[in-house]
């Protein structure tokens, strides 16, 4: 018995020891979208940005225009990128089509084009009676068919009603199917482990960084922190991608699209050696990380190094910390689409917890 203390002591030891050890380990991988596909299914066919569209001729003369310009809608980076490809198509191809990742049919319950009679045959009825009620609806199906895709009924009572409803509601048909491209690539990205947390003690945000990223940039003096990954074989067919955060305080909220514009031409000049490309420059007002803030979007160069690419950046102001940051995301990537790297960077980036 007169040992117990000593073994009681050694037990809190060997405890505590545990505890810490645990308390540092990295968690296995960020599993936020490990949902998104039914593994169940067979294997989806086609490229993530091909939409295949079903519509009758009729609606096919009238939206096309409409189709085409929500859809493929354009970013001005190097280059202008599209988001998207529509494919249209013949219900005919259904059964080979039902394969594929994107569908998206246009249809009505009444009319009598093909398509339109596929879609009164496959909707549920209680569907039916609600498109029949409010003149028109947009339905979504996940992963129906295949373990990763993403099906969007358009569908109104007659053409006339359809035609408006589609009109009216192309931004949000676009934001679904974008929604599902970038968490696909989300999905990809965090299939490795991320940085350990431990890694962001000492600075006021956190993020999910990739394992494979390294640390390209630790400026304390200037709040400035980046990371680069970099494939192994530099053969020009992988890119380079950069994640950076920025932070400074701010009393109030005076951010706007002229402090991020001139915060990352300074950023740029300063960490990178780089300058912005102004003729390529677009803002707009953007949501991030639950933040409402801005976008710039466009094109970097670096002379000296004869290099150049693509960069989106995201500002916005923390009103519990009186702060404000800056998220930049950055590519080079001579041999392929700035837009995919730029998407996937964006879901990355989208992980920042302010404390």
């Not at 030891?13 to 990295?26: A, I, P, Q, Y």
């Not at 296995?28 to 949902?35: I, L, P």
Request: glycine share 4%; net charge neutral.
């Amino acid at each position: 018995m007169k040992h117990l203390p000593r073994i009681i002591l050694i037990l809190l030891t060997v405890l505590l020891f545990t505890s810490c050890r645990k308390s540092h380990e990295s968690p296995t991988r960020y599993t936020a979208f490990d949902d998104l596909f039914d593994h169940s299914k067979p294997i989806a066919f086609g490229e993530d940005e091909d939409i295949y569209v079903f519509c009758g001729q009729q609606i096919r003369s009238e939206l096309e225009p409409v189709i085409l310009a929500s859809l493929e809608r354009e970013v001005a980076l190097v280059y202008n990128e599209k988001y998207f490809n529509v494919i249209f198509s013949d219900i005919n191809e259904m059964e080979r089509l039902m394969r594929f990742k994107n569908l998206l049919f246009i249809g009505t319950i009444e009319e009598g084009d093909p398509v339109s009679r596929y879609l009164q045959k496959a909707l549920d009825p209680k569907l039916q009676a609600r498109v029949k009620q409010s003149t028109g609806e947009i339905f979504q199906n996940k992963n129906r068919f295949v373990k990763d895709q993403l099906i969007v009924q358009v569908i109104g009572v007659d053409n006339e009603r359809l035609a408006g409803l589609f009109t009216l509601s192309a931004n949000r048909i676009f934001d679904l199917f974008l929604d599902r491209y970038t968490k696909r690539l989300a999905y990809q990205t965090y299939q490795m482990k991320i940085i350990e947390q431990d890694f962001f003690e000492p600075y006021p945000f956190s993020l999910k960084i990739p394992n494979n990223y390294r640390l390209y940039a630790n400026d304390k003096n200037n709040r400035f922190l980046s990371f680069l990954y970099r494939a192994r074989i530099q053969n020009g067919k992988h890119p380079d991608k950069f994640i950076s955060v920025y932070y400074e305080p701010m009393e109030q909220n005076v951010l706007d699209e002229k402090w991020l514009i001139d915060t990352r031409t300074h950023i740029g000049k300063v960490q990178f050696g780089d300058s912005l490309n102004v003729e390529t420059l677009r803002t707009e007002s953007f949501k991030f990380a639950g933040y409402q803030g801005f976008r710039l979007s466009g094109a970097w160069i670096n002379p000296e190094k004869f290099a150049g690419g693509a960069f989106q950046s995201y500002a916005f102001w923390d009103e519990k910390t009186r702060q404000a940051y800056l998220i930049d995301t950055m590519t080079f990537f001579p041999e392929g689409g700035k837009l995919p790297v730029l998407m996937e960077l964006f879901m990355v980036a989208s992980t920042l917890k302010v404390k």
